[in-house]
């Protein structure tokens, strides 16, 4: 089941990324269609979930970790940090239909772009492991 595990966690980062990736195009003035961030809002949506899930999966199924090591609690944090900013361009965007942002939003973005970089870091290196 490792594997399965890993194969998943490692999907849901990167619909993560893919989601951000398209916020950010916003957030930087592209002209998208309006369903196109829509579309992206529920990919966000299961990459949190996923990572959470399948990560904790990982930590429990694996001998060498446990879900209370000091990188899987950081990770936690990071993720409920990433949760809570991490949804807001679709909803602006919309709002303003299409026009920019307003800069509250933005600055929320990059809160969450910092905050997802910092969980891929801690994805990979797991400090303290």
Do not use: N
């Not at 509250?104 to 969450?112: E, F, L, N």
Request: aromatic share 12%; glycine share 8%; net charge negative.
């Amino acid at each position: 089941m490792t594997d399965a595990f890993l194969f998943l966690h490692l999907l849901s980062a990167a619909s993560l990324v893919a989601a951000v990736v398209c916020f950010t195009a916003v957030v930087r003035g592209a002209q998208l269609p309006v369903g196109v961030v829509r579309t992206f809002l529920p990919l966000w949506h299961a990459g949190l979930v996923g990572v959470f899930v399948f990560g904790l999966a990982l930590a429990i199924d694996i001998d060498d970790y446990q879900p209370w090591d000091v990188w899987v609690l950081i990770a936690i944090g990071l993720w409920l940090a990433a949760g809570a900013t991490g949804d807001k361009v679709p909803g602006a965007y919309k709002e303003t239909d299409g026009a920019p942002i307003p800069a509250s939003v933005a600055r929320t973005h990059w809160i969450s772009v910092l905050v997802v970089v910092l969980l891929l870091a801690d994805m990979i290196w797991k400090p303290w492991a």
